[in-house]
């Protein structure tokens, strides 16, 4: 018996890396709607939309949305 805690495995994030790449590409800032709209169209797995979905209304530079997300695009 040990006393290690379970380890939760963190969601793979390169799916978000790389729907912000591609949304961001000649844009400033975008709005949480269009980049759940976005993530749902890319097929993003469920929970990456649900923290995409979490995010405050408003508009979001690419790294204020990556900090966010959890991912690192940039």
């Known amino acids: 018996m040990t006393d290690d805690a379970p380890v939760t495995e963190q969601p793979d994030t390169r799916p978000i890396d790389e729907l912000l790449d591609e949304i961001y590409h000649g844009q400033e800032r975008i709005s ?3 980049i759940y709209r ?3 169209s890319a097929d993003l797995p469920a929970e990456l939309l649900t923290r995409i979905a979490a995010l405050p209304e408003g508009e979001y530079a690419v790294d204020e949305a990556a900090d966010l997300l959890c991912g690192s695009a940039g």
């Open 32 to 34: 949480q709607a269009d």
């Open 38 to 40: 976005r993530a749902v």
